[in-house]
């Protein structure tokens, strides 16, 4: 009698919950630039009309928050923090003052857009995105300079849901027909994006942490079993 192993089965390949989110935000972002910013591509475009006066305030909050939301994924790589850690850090660091530069200007151009006939209610709601977006921000930065993981990883998610507060509102407003609506129709999407971005971003955590426990309690692979006594030919 010979020691014969058996042929050992491919690991199943598990798809992470954050995986399906980028692919998520990536749809998005693919949307957004086709049906809501394809006027950056047409100078002759009305919508330049309406951005002429604040464009010099619009130019650095939309490149900060593009790229905020970039950088932001990055910051979920667990094989970037693992491999270079010094490049992680660095751009946790650049993500951090691009929403310093985004959340703030956001508010102060929606109010500046209220003498172009834009109601109140949008600053307010700007101002309350800004807040929480920084809130989150600031205490995932904080939690990190005191080595709290787990805290940082919890308040960076809900940091980079806000930051996508932007596509959401868009997608929704153009998916469902409602910007055809008028303002409030728009308002009540913007508000309803930004009081769900702290608990989408807890269930994601959620998510994330019950199919990482599951893969842990997954039995031994075949790899791990003991080899079958097999009759030598």
Same mark, same amino acid.
């Given at each position: 009698?010979?020691?014969?192993?058996?042929?050992?089965?491919?690991?199943?390949?598990?798809?992470?919950?954050?995986?399906?989110?980028?692919?998520?935000?990536?749809?998005?972002?693919?949307?957004?630039?086709?049906?809501?910013?394809?006027?950056?591509?047409?100078?002759?475009?009305?919508?330049?009309?309406?951005?002429?006066?604040?464009?010099?305030?619009?130019?650095?909050?939309?490149?900060?928050?593009?790229?905020?939301?970039?950088?932001?994924?990055?910051?979920?790589?667990?094989?970037?923090?693992?491999?270079?850690?010094?490049?992680?850090?660095?751009?946790?660091?650049? &993500?951090?003052?691009?929403?310093?530069?985004?959340?703030?200007?956001?508010? &102060?151009?929606?109010?500046?857009?209220?003498?172009?006939?834009?109601?109140?209610?949008?600053?307010?709601?700007?101002?309350?995105?800004?807040?929480?977006?920084?809130?989150?921000?600031?205490?995932?930065?904080?939690?990190?300079?005191?080595?709290?993981?787990?805290?940082?990883?919890?308040?960076?998610?809900?940091?980079?849901?806000?930051?996508?507060?932007?596509?959401?509102?868009?997608?929704?407003?153009?998916?469902?027909?409602?910007?055809?609506?008028?303002?409030?129709?728009?308002?009540?999407?913007?508000?309803?994006?930004?009081?769900?971005?702290?608990?989408?971003?807890?269930?994601?955590?959620?998510?994330?942490?019950?199919?990482?426990?599951?893969?842990?309690?997954?039995?031994?692979?075949?790899?791990?079993?003991?080899?079958?006594?097999?009759?030598?030919?």
């Amino acid at each position: 009698m010979s020691t014969v192993p058996m042929p050992q089965p491919r690991a199943p390949v598990r798809v992470r919950a954050k995986y399906v989110a980028f692919a998520v935000v990536g749809l998005m972002i693919a949307y957004v630039l086709q049906h809501n910013e394809a006027f950056l591509l047409d100078p002759d475009d009305p919508a330049w009309s309406h951005y002429a006066t604040i464009k010099w305030w619009l130019l650095p909050h939309g490149l900060a928050g593009a790229l905020a939301i970039f950088l932001g994924i990055t910051q979920f790589s667990t094989r970037l923090r693992a491999r270079h850690l010094a490049v992680h850090r660095w751009v946790g660091r650049t &993500y951090v003052a691009l929403v310093l530069v985004a959340a703030p200007l956001g508010a &102060y151009i929606q109010y500046v857009e209220e003498a172009m006939g834009m109601q109140r209610s949008f600053t307010l709601a700007a101002i309350v995105d800004a807040c929480l977006w920084l809130l989150a921000t600031g205490v995932a930065f904080w939690a990190i300079r005191g080595k709290r993981i787990d805290l940082h990883r919890q308040w960076m998610t809900r940091s980079f849901v806000m930051a996508t507060v932007f596509l959401q509102v868009r997608v929704i407003a153009g998916v469902s027909g409602w910007e055809a609506l008028g303002p409030m129709a728009i308002e009540t999407i913007v508000w309803i994006c930004v009081a769900s971005a702290y608990p989408i971003a807890d269930l994601a955590l959620m998510m994330e942490d019950r199919l990482s426990r599951r893969e842990l309690r997954r039995p031994p692979g075949a790899a791990e079993r003991d080899a079958v006594r097999l009759p030598a030919g």
